[in-house]
Each structure stands twice: as structure tokens, then as C-alpha cells.
């Protein structure tokens, strides 16, 4: 190796998705931040599953995102970096063995039509073991169950959003 060589880190790449909602982008970021816990699919994406109550979004930087159980049991799913209603989010995503992060935006298509993308990234900072450890759905990183569970969570998200009316 050269005195120029220089070893880069592995480069994971980030999970990608979205979806189309027909609705206008207020609405839809509303649905996602004032009801995720009536369409949020717990199950399987939650800690306490059957148990929780509400999932709560904190509207601010550094808000928390947490699910809050029947015993009164609260377990935090991260911490808002961003917040820039109705257009974006970004939060630190402590459900996975080293803390990642999300990144939700909400692009507006039509007055009616809204993509929702969202980004989950920094998997740099899992070991190759709990990249390929399963997560809510079989797979983990390595084998696709964290992109499948953002494809379920995003129709999920779709389907509140046109059914609640603006």
C-alpha cells in the first residue's frame, strides 16, 4: 500500500422507498404525525406489539418518537433532527442494535397527490452480525426485512391517508 492509499469505510447503502397518497401533502404529514399510532402496523413494527396504546410523535427537534404501552411503559423509537412540517422529518432510529436514521419527505405531485419517501440510513454502524440479524420481519439489512417493512409501513400510511377524511 502507497503513503496515498487510504482505506475508506464500507459503504452500506441507504433503504429507499415511497409511495403515492392521494391526498395534499398537509394532510398527509398530519396523518402520519398526529395519528401513527391508529395506522402504524405494531404488529409486527413495535416493541410492546399487542401492548401499545399510542405511539406519540414530539413536533420539534429533538421531540421524541415513542410508543407508550397499557402498563404506562414507554419505549422510545429515536429523536426528531429535523423537523420541517409538512415537507420533511429526519430522526435517529433506536429500535435497531446501534442507533440509524430515518428520513421521511413528503413531496408535493398535485394539489390531491403527495410522494412520501423515506430514507433509513447509517447501517456503518452495525457489526456484519447485526446487519443480517432479523428485525421485525425475517432478514434484517442484509436479507430485505427492514425494506419490507418500510414498503407495509408506507402502504399502511397511504391507505390512513386516503380513507381519513381532509
Given at each position: 500500500m502507497t503513503d496515498t492509499a487510504r482505506v475508506l469505510p464500507l459503504q452500506r447503502p441507504p433503504i429507499r422507498r415511497s409511495t403515492l397518497v392521494r391526498s395534499s401533502v398537509d394532510h398527509t404529514f398530519s396523518v402520519f404525525?398526529?395519528?401513527?399510532?391508529?395506522?402504524?402496523?405494531?404488529?409486527?413494527?413495535?416493541?410492546?406489539?399487542?401492548?401499545?396504546?399510542?405511539?406519540?410523535?414530539?413536533?420539534?427537534?429533538?421531540?421524541?418518537v415513542y410508543e407508550t404501552w397499557d402498563d404506562g411503559t414507554?419505549?422510545?423509537?429515536?429523536?426528531?433532527?429535523?423537523?420541517?412540517?409538512?415537507?420533511?422529518?429526519v430522526m435517529t432510529w433506536a429500535p435497531t442494535p446501534a442507533p440509524t436514521e430515518v428520513e421521511l419527505t413528503f413531496a408535493v405531485l398535485a394539489p390531491a397527490l403527495t410522494r412520501v419517501t423515506v430514507e433509513h440510513r447509517g447501517w456503518e454502524a452495525l457489526s456484519d452480525e447485526q446487519l443480517a440479524r432479523d428485525c421485525a420481519t425475517p432478514g434484517g439489512y442484509v436479507g430485505g426485512g427492514f425494506t419490507r417493512g418500510w414498503t407495509a409501513i408506507l402502504a399502511s400510511l397511504t391507505t390512513a391517508a386516503e380513507q381519513i377524511r381532509e
Open positions: 404525525v398526529d395519528t401513527i399510532g391508529t395506522w402504524w402496523p405494531l404488529r409486527p413494527y413495535s416493541a410492546g406489539k399487542e401492548r401499545v396504546d399510542d405511539v406519540t410523535v414530539e413536533p420539534r427537534v429533538e421531540g421524541r414507554v419505549v422510545e423509537w429515536g429523536r426528531l433532527l429535523a423537523w420541517e412540517p409538512p415537507h420533511r422529518l
